[in-house]
């Protein structure tokens, strides 16, 4: 098993293509972002990590902000594909109760961390 990590440690640290997105989500009141929704985004094809840059905040009885960063490997469609992807992806987003993600924006051009 110690083999096994330590492969995959070398072969993390050997992958092109790594970037980091800064996405700003609008969300239902309701959705919950934590647990259903991060698991969620982590099953799209290419991320590895989420997590959120800045707290969630209310802007209005019906909606809330979050501001997450987003690590995922490109792979050969490019940079700018994957991004109009990951932007369509996380639009069809739906927490296990039906609230949704609302909007979709970048905050940043993507950062590529290879």
Known sequence: ??????GFRSY????K???E???FVRLEQDANLYADIFEKIRAIPGVTIVKTAE????IGPTQKVAV????CIAGETGIINYSIFLRNQLAKLKDEEGDRILGVRYTAPAEDIS
């Open 55 to 58: 707290r969630q905040r209310d």
């Open 68 to 71: 997450l960063n987003i690590k």
């Open 1 to 6: 098993m110690k083999t096994l990590l330590e």
């Open 21 to 23: 997105f800064t996405v």
């Open 17 to 19: 293509d790594r970037w």
């Open 12 to 15: 993390l640290k050997e992958i």
